[in-house]
Each structure stands twice: as structure tokens, then as C-alpha cells.
């Protein structure tokens, strides 16, 4: 089975082409920094993982994805290998995107404008309920935030 879960920052904004032809396809390019666990002294703490997302999800990524966006994608490892202008064989290895959403609120986006910033997850507050009815999400009572498993 080949199946990749990941969630982190964008380093930068999605790279983003059309094929050429009669059908053309939109392909999305984009580099995920993915906090580690676990740390040894002098070691970077997190892995920068390239993805590349096709037709609706690469035109979702263009429209929505900016650096510093917080996202959780599912998709699949593909490696290849193509020869340079130099002669060398290069071997590549991405994430195909077969799912992409956010993952923390636009409120929270905000403090992330721009690059990649670890944060501590534990240290995040709730935002505020929405007040607005019409907006498709349901308003979260006050003092909840102890019995949400996932806070």
C-alpha cells in the first residue's frame, strides 16, 4: 500500500502551470515543511516534502494555498528520474496530492502570514465562535475547550 498523510506550512506559493493540448490540466507544485517529532541537538526541525497536486486540486491550490498555510494532504509516494542539460541522471521523489483541506482556522492563518514558523499546537486558542448564522458552521459554547479531545 502506498499512502502518505502529511500536514505542514507551505514554504512558498504553488507553482502553478497548465499542460498544453486540447484538455489542458492544471499542475500544482509545492513544498510542505513538516514539523518532526522528535529532535536530536543540531538537527533541522522539520523535513521539507515536495508535492504536486493535479487538475481540480491544482487549481484549488492556486485559488486558496499561499505560503505559511497550514494544510493536511493524503496522497501517494512517486518516484521517477530524468537526465539534465548537464547528462546526469536526477532522481526525484514526491507526494501525488489526492486530498488537501485546511488545517487551522483563517483567524489563525492570519498570524502565519508569510514563511514557515514552527508554533506549539498546545499553545493555540479556540477562536472566537462565528457570529454570523449564515456562515455553514456551527457556533462552539464557551468553556468547551476542556473536553475537546483535540484541543
Do not use: W
Amino acid at each position: 500500500m502506498n499512502k502518505v498523510i502529511l500536514m505542514g506550512r507551505l514554504t512558498r506559493d504553488p507553482d502553478v502551470r497548465y499542460s498544453q493540448g486540447e484538455n489542458a490540466t492544471a499542475v500544482a507544485r509545492y513544498t510542505l515543511a513538516v514539523d518532526r517529532r522528535f529532535r536530536r541537538d543540531g538537527d533541522q526541525t522539520a523535513d521539507f516534502i515536495g508535492c504536486v497536486s493535479f487538475g481540480r486540486q491544482a487549481e484549488f491550490a492556486e485559488k486558496y494555498l499561499r505560503q505559511g498555510t497550514k494544510i493536511a494532504i493524503t496522497g501517494r509516494i512517486q518516484t521517477g528520474s530524468y537526465t539534465n542539460r548537464d547528462g546526469q541522471k536526477v532522481y526525484t521523489t514526491d507526494v501525488v496530492v489526492e486530498e488537501q483541506e485546511f488545517a487551522e482556522s483563517k483567524a489563525a492563518a492570519g498570524e502565519h502570514s508569510g514563511g514557515y514558523q514552527q508554533q506549539n499546537p498546545f499553545q493555540q486558542s479556540m477562536p472566537e465562535p462565528s457570529a454570523a448564522a449564515g456562515d455553514g458552521f456551527m457556533n462552539i459554547p464557551d468553556g468547551i475547550d476542556e473536553e475537546l479531545p483535540f484541543n
